[in-house]
């Protein structure tokens, strides 16, 4: 066997194990993963993404169906924050509302970054997305909490008040 031969057969190697790495730390930590190709306009996504999203394992996704998932109230910040991405750092992360075919909402964290040809055009966009449902529904619960026990410390005082000036 050739020299080079063995040396790409290495670097095969090295690319599977550095992929079924990321595959790991990808799932431990719920991540969906997608990446846009902007000269062809295909979106590639991972089985975990796709579920988060809706979509099934097969099933073709463009922009445009993505768009339609985007919660309504929250599409123009999606769209914004990824035209800012591509004029500005190329990075983006934020926080935006799915409403999926069956009617649910579900929260989502998404970060990303834009890559540029030598001329500075976009080629592609990578990310990772991660449901953060559950955190929002808590962070409500908590806000929620907060104001009925200030509203009791309200109450309280205006009792206490109440009291002192009937004496």
Sequence with gaps: MSRDLLHAKQLVLELRERDQQASLAADAASLGMWARDANRGTLW???KW???FGFTRDEPVSMDQLLQRIHPDDR???QERMAQATADSGEHHFEY???LPDGRTRWIASQGRVEFDARRRPVRTRGASVDITERKRV???MLRMQQ????????SVMGQLATTLAH
């Excluded at 009925?148 to 109450?155: P, S, W």
């Design 45 to 47: 996504a991972s089985d």
């Design 148 to 155: 009925e026990i200030a509203h009791v410390g309200r109450v």
């Design 50 to 52: 796709r579920t988060m």
């Design 76 to 78: 123009t910040l999606f």
């Design 139 to 141: 962070e409500q619960e």
């Design 97 to 99: 509302r799915l409403l």
